[in-house]
């Protein structure tokens, strides 16, 4: 969209402040998932003008279309977003039904100014800040927060020849019933894969197909919640140069709470690597067949920036260039759930908060308290 054509978004869902409508909003947060929401909340409590828009048709879309038997590996304890706590038992796993309905009472409860249905299409510098241009107009802003994490286009890998049977990616799928009767492949050993594996083998046969597997761990060891010992001893705190951090992030996303041995003696088939598929037909990195009736691609998602209309946004795996979520390419960029944006939980629903916070610090120029990232 041209910026000669272009129309000014108008101020629906007014933004928090008072100051001229035609003025540039202080900040424009793309994005109302946990992280926008997160960083509605601090901008809220500034008093700056700021708007959040959202392409999704509702608050807390993305969890309403995830699996049916999606239940988070964080305890319900740390997975409140600033000022409020998540209901119900701390020791509770939340379905991805009760994440949806949080989000979307939180943005009600503190009546943060949100569009939904409004996708950024493009992003581009202009003078004294950004333009985004969305489906609904144009909005000009000093500062832009992409709180939009890093998982946005499906992955499928290269693999020689293809399916005749139905065959979907994760993010599509829903509950076994909506699959053909018939064995199972799924592909990716993941959480993802695996928790999708374990729906599926209760009625009927699963094979899955991976070439690595990230180290697992329970997901309340000795009694406690995984992520209370990863907290109690430091873990969260360190930041993404950190020994540990490289460790981690070489090895692979820990996967938490789903036990392969367990599914091995369920009746899920583990096979290596799909190297190619004939019709109904996989074939594996050992040369093993197997004949299935459905595919599952739990392979993972790829970030996509392309809509930012700038040089050098991103690195060569698309990932935004950044120091702490502060945009090394564009004035007035920022970006906020990026996986290890400052620590291991950057990118989860609980821990996102505190990127949020040293955000608004970064923003308008004060020392953060809290929240520090250790090497």
């Given at each position: ?66 699996w ?19 209901p ?87 509950r ?20 999708i ?76 690597r ?25 392979t ?18 698309g990932?935004?260039?950044?120091v ?10 920022w ?17 996102v ?19 520090a990232?250790?090497?």
């Amino acid at each position: 969209m041209d910026t000669t054509e272009a129309s000014t978004l108008p101020s629906r869902g007014a933004p928090a402040s008072g100051g001229s409508s035609d003025a540039p909003l202080d900040v424009l947060v793309i994005g109302a998932g946990q992280a926008g929401l997160s960083m509605a909340w601090h901008l809220a409590r500034r008093g700056v003008r700021y708007l959040v828009v959202d392409a999704a048709p509702d608050i807390g879309h993305s969890w309403q279309v995830r699996w049916d038997s999606l239940r988070l590996f964080t305890s319900a304890r740390y997975d409140g977003l600033p000022g409020e706590d998540f209901p119900g038992n701390p020791d509770s796993y939340p379905g991805k039904d009760q994440v949806a309905a949080y989000l979307a009472g939180y943005a009600h409860r503190h009546a943060f100014p949100i569009l939904t249905d409004t996708r950024v299409t493009r992003l581009v510098p202009s003078a004294g800040g950004l333009a985004a241009h969305t489906t609904q107009g144009v909005v000009y802003a000093r500062r832009v927060v992409v709180a939009t994490g890093a998982f946005h286009v499906p992955f499928l890998p290269a693999v020689a020849g293809s399916f005749s049977v139905p065959a979907m990616h994760s993010s599509q799928y829903r509950r076994p019933a909506d699959l053909p009767p018939g064995p199972v492949l799924v592909v990716g050993g993941a959480n993802s894969g695996l928790q999708i594996a374990e729906d599926l083998v209760i009625s009927r046969q699963v094979v899955l197909a991976s070439g690595t597997n990230p180290p697992a761990v329970p997901q309340r060891p000795l009694g406690r919640d995984l992520f209370w010992w990863l907290t109690r001893f430091g873990f969260m705190d360190k930041g993404p140069d950190s020994r540990l951090a490289k460790r981690m992030r070489a090895r692979g996303d820990l996967v938490v709470g789903t036990s392969r041995k367990n599914l091995r003696e369920g009746g899920v088939d583990f096979r290596p690597r799909l190297v190619r598929a004939s019709g109904r037909t996989a074939t594996f990195a050992d040369g093993a067949e197997v004949d299935v009736d459905a595919v599952v691609w739990a392979t993972g998602f790829r970030p996509d920036y392309s809509w930012i209309d700038a040089a050098a946004v991103t690195d060569e795996s698309g990932m935004p260039r950044h120091v702490g979520g502060r945009s090394l390419a564009v004035p007035g960029l920022w970006f906020l759930g990026l996986p290890w944006q400052r620590t291991r939980g950057s990118a989860l629903l609980g821990f996102v908060q505190r990127d949020a916070a040293h955000l608004d610090a970064d923003m308008f120029g004060r020392v953060p308290t809290g929240g520090a990232v250790s090497g």
